[in-house]
């Protein structure tokens, strides 16, 4: 199959964005600043989305739950997420953006609260159930205001620094959760992320200007979206990837302690390994991946199934599954971005309807995922929900083989 790079602008300048300096020439220094404070707003969301994956064992243990049961705490905020993301761009009508991001903002700093204070797992779930409405919120809104924010050429720009805080919140967020539960207890991990929710609030309401809406959100801009049969491939695409990464990663942790010869030590360092892995692929690789997304994406893919089916046999190594681990860092690093740009290539005509189809699908991929592998975990192992995660990323390999160039460009076709 002949498939000619891609072609788009706005794709080439977000893959160079994620390599560039802050302060541009023609950027204005207080949008860049507000950019930044959502930038930080994405880091809280992203590494308390993320939090339980490496503390699963001691908040089962705490709360007096299985590991499967506990992966609920990843499930439910992605279900209500995807709910929570058209509803609220629904709702919003033409509220100012500004509100409803301080909002959400505030929505984050009492989930965590509520998390920190739980004193069973059923008040643990109702205190991630705020996170799933601030988060589907968060990234609709976020995405869709990012270009009003700066000047018109550099709304890319501003797209990938505010997705710079999904990267440094896998490098940093879930790793330094970790250490905290290790030194003091699962507890005061999302004692910090309040914190780190607290900061964000605060950045926004000092740095972030009045941001009024293009346009209030019909249901008729989501069905037109999806009518189109390369939308709804999009999002196979998007479902597949993302449920394959989480239906084993959610359980990461307990299968390192567990089922490797790995000493307990030793998980907080090789989390903190793929996070960094993941950091370099997307901002060393990025603009190469987007110039040839199709056959990036479809590399990536790849290498995450590969590394999630070959774990359960490399167990008895120690090197073997650092490796593993590491090569599913790589690969998993470049693929939010890719596949963001992916859906924004679908719809240039209705960015903030693609950008709420997008984070709706992510989250839903992300409950089912989750909750997917927490049954195998609870009724199979914690092994097979490695392979699982193999399993769901080969369809997701075969949707992308239905785009057939066929001497168009992939702009072109995801925009049929």
């Keep these: 199959m002949d498939t000619p790079q891609v072609t788009s602008s706005s794709a080439q300048e977000l893959g160079d964005a994620s390599v560039s300096q802050l302060h541009s020439p023609g950027g204005n220094r207080s949008s860049w600043f507000a950019v930044s404070s959502v930038a930080v707003g994405s880091f809280a969301f992203v590494a308390t989305e993320y939090m339980p994956v490496g503390l699963l064992p001691q908040i089962a243990a705490d709360l007096h739950v299985t590991s499967g049961t506990a992966g609920l705490m ?50 643990m779930l109702a205190g991630r159930a705020f996170l799933g409405v601030g988060l589907g ?29 999904i990267t440094l919140a896998t490098v940093i967020g879930v790793p330094l ?106 901002f060393g690789f990025s603009a190469m991946v987007i110039r040839h997304l199709k056959e990036s994406l479809f590399g990536l893919g790849v290498l995450i199934m590969l590394a999630m089916f070959t774990l359960p046999l490399l167990q008895a190594s120690r090197i073997g599954v650092i490796a593993a681990v590491m090569v599913w860092g790589v690969a998993y690093g470049a693929i939010p971005l890719c596949l963001s740009v992916w859906m924004q290539m679908t719809s240039p005509d209705h960015p903030e309807a693609g950008s709420s189809l997008f984070v709706s699908t992510v989250q839903v991929a992300i409950a089912l995922g989750s909750l997917g592998g927490g049954v195998i975990v609870d009724h199979i192992g914690i092994a097979a929900t490695m ?30």
């Design 137 to 165: 919120g968060f990234w609709t809104v976020a995405l869709g205001a990012s270009g009003q924010l700066v000047r018109e050429r550099h709304a890319a720009r501003a797209s990938a620094i505010i997705f710079m805080g």
């Design 74 to 123: 990843v499930t439910t905020p992605g279900v209500i997420a995807a709910i929570a993301a058209p509803a609220i761009l629904l709702a919003a009508g033409r509220i100012n953006r500004r509100a409803i991001l301080l909002l959400l903002a505030l929505l984050l700093l009492a989930s965590n609260v509520v998390a920190a204070t739980a004193p069973n797992f059923a008040v």
């Design 177 to 282: 959760g970790t250490l905290i539960a290790e030194l003091t207890s699962w507890r005061m991990s999302f004692f910090a992320t309040a914190g780190l929710a607290a900061v964000a609030l605060g950045a926004q309401a000092l740095l972030l200007p009045a941001i009024p809406p293009r346009a209030a959100m019909k249901l008729s801009d989501f069905r037109a979206m999806l009518s189109r049969s390369s939308v709804r491939r999009s999002l196979l695409l998007v479902l597949f990837l993302f449920g394959a990464h989480f239906a084993a990663y959610t359980y990461i942790a307990p299968f390192l302690e567990r089922d490797t010869s790995l000493p307990t030590a030793s998980i907080t360092p090789i989390l903190f390994g793929f996070g960094v892995v993941g950091f370099v692929a997307n």
């Design 387 to 416: 392979r699982t995660g193999a399993y769901l990323a080969l369809p997701g390999l075969v949707v992308m083989l239905t785009f057939q160039l066929n001497g168009a460009t992939l702009k072109e076709l995801l925009q049929r």
